[in-house]
């Protein structure tokens, strides 16, 4: 049995009212338009079927609903997509046991009230927020609740990548190329996103708060050595700040923080980045996870390539099946019959 726990939907109503609300947005707006399986379900349980004992914990898809309008319209943009995806839920049990709530991350007041309706009323299972919240760091003040909320719920955050081709490659440009923003942009943006909250000391305030990473904890397993060794000197290199006294007041070396974060499968089929990221953060935080259909044949490639890597993996059967969905189960307080 395999729970698939980051792939992304549209739920028909919210999809109609993205279209009306910003129609013509583009980067990933034009991607997102151009897939049916976000929104025809009958495609995407055809696709669904060639997996066997397969489910999804579904998520809206990029872009984030922030940056899609103004917050004074974000609050009903998130209401929509979380009723919708409730509504799936409760139809399609067998084939989402889940779902992640959106929110305003541009109206934090109204995000943190729209959260504990979606947990609370809805049964949500996780939420999904972005590496930037509408361009601001996701360590502000403002975003406190959500991380204090779901540390309380005790129920997984998901953390996605966002950028755009307006992040320029260099500071004399005006616009990504090459579509660098994607293909580079996003890995450094959650391992920003990453950083930020190791230093803010989230996990000295909430120990057993659970922020699953997508694409497996980007460059951070990469780097190890520089997010170790490097980290320890955490100051060293700074002339007008002073880091060091920060670094002694942490409780734990840097690179155990970020241990402490869960990571997924989705990476595009690679084998020698999924055991990169297995050894760094280890069997007990990994996720399976597709990020379908978000792949060139619109659903079904990332899942196939992906359960290929995880089958090739000189693991056990049962570390295999925790990555497969016992893992899953823990975190997102599931009780599912195989």
Not at 191 to 208: E, H, K, T
């Amino acid at each position: 049995m395999k729970i698939d726990v980051f792939n992304h939907i549209f739920p028909r109503r919210f999809f109609d009212k993205l279209n009306e609300v910003s129609p013509d947005y583009k980067d990933m707006g034009k991607r997102s338009r151009n897939i049916p399986a976000l929104f025809d379900l009958d495609l995407r349980f055809k696709m669904m079927d060639q997996f066997g004992d397969y489910s999804q914990i579904i998520s809206i898809a990029s872009p984030p609903i922030e940056v899609m309008a103004g917050p004074e319209i974000t609050p009903e943009l998130s209401q929509i997509a979380n009723d919708g995806m409730a509504e799936l839920v409760a139809r399609y049990p067998d084939r989402f046991p889940a779902f992640a709530a959106s929110l305003p991350m541009n109206n934090p007041e109204k995000a943190a009230i729209e959260l504990r309706r979606a947990v609370k009323d809805l049964g949500a299972k996780t939420v999904q927020i972005y590496s930037n919240a509408a361009g601001k760091p996701l360590d502000g003040p403002e975003y406190a609740p959500i991380f204090e909320m779901m540390a309380e719920y005790d129920l997984p955050i998901l953390l996605h990548p966002a950028r755009g081709a307006r992040f320029a490659d260099y500071p004399g440009e005006t616009k990504s190329k090459y579509e660098i923003w994607w293909t580079f942009g996003w890995p450094y943006e959650t391992s920003v996103a990453m950083a930020r909250l190791v230093f803010s000391g989230i996990f000295d305030r909430f120990p057993d708060i659970k922020i699953v990473t997508h694409h497996m904890g980007a460059m951070i397993p990469y780097f190890e050595g520089r997010v170790g060794h490097g980290w320890d000197q955490l100051g060293k290199r700074s002339s007008d700040e002073d880091y060091e006294s920060l670094l002694r007041s942490m409780k734990k070396r840097p690179i155990d923080y970020f241990k402490m974060f869960y990571a997924d499968t989705a990476l595009f089929g690679s084998y020698s980045a999924t055991r990169c990221g297995l050894d760094f953060f280890g069997v007990d935080r990994v996720l399976f996870a597709s990020d379908s259909p978000f792949d060139p044949e619109g659903g079904t490639l990332y899942t196939r390539e992906t359960i290929e890597v995880i089958d090739r993996l000189d693991i056990t059967e049962d570390e295999r099946d925790r990555i497969y969905r016992r893992n899953a189960e823990r975190l997102f307080k599931l009780t599912i019959k195989p």
